[in-house]
């Protein structure tokens, strides 16, 4: 399986931007789908997750209010819209995949599967 994300780019401070992921094959089942981001020099953090039949979303605090996820189950892709971005949302954004529960949404290691990111850049 393989997820390719895009829609990455430079944006001003206060603009937005919409992150796509979608996954290789459809025949298989997907538990959960999520974004992460890593900084230079931090930890790659969780930024939001959707659970795929149920359709519940999830957040990180810093990015709630601004960003949403969203999904397209017979595309096998998901979105995250990013509005109102601020230059601390500059970071390396990551796509991944679960499918099935073995963790909590925003744990790494539950996760079967991860794009290659896709960079997101916001100039003040």
């Known amino acids: 399986v393989q997820l390719q994300a895009c829609g990455g780019g430079l944006v001003q401070a206060g603009g937005s931007l919409r992150l796509s992921c979608q996954a290789s094959?459809?025949?298989?089942?997907?538990?959960?789908m999520g974004w992460f981001r890593q900084a230079p020099g931090k930890e790659r953090e969780f930024v939001a997750a959707?659970?795929?039949?149920?359709?519940?979303?999830y957040y990180a605090d810093s990015v709630k209010g601004r960003f949403t996820i969203a999904s397209d189950n017979a595309k096998n892709t998901v979105y995250l819209q990013m509005n109102s971005l601020k230059p601390e949302d500059t970071a390396l954004y990551y796509c991944a995949l679960a499918r099935w529960y073995s963790g909590g949404y925003a744990e790494h290691r539950t996760y079967n599967y991860w794009g290659q990111g896709t960079q997101v850049t916001v100039s003040s």
């Open positions: 959707i659970m795929w039949n149920v359709g519940s979303t």
């Open positions: 094959e459809r025949t298989f089942s997907i538990y959960q």
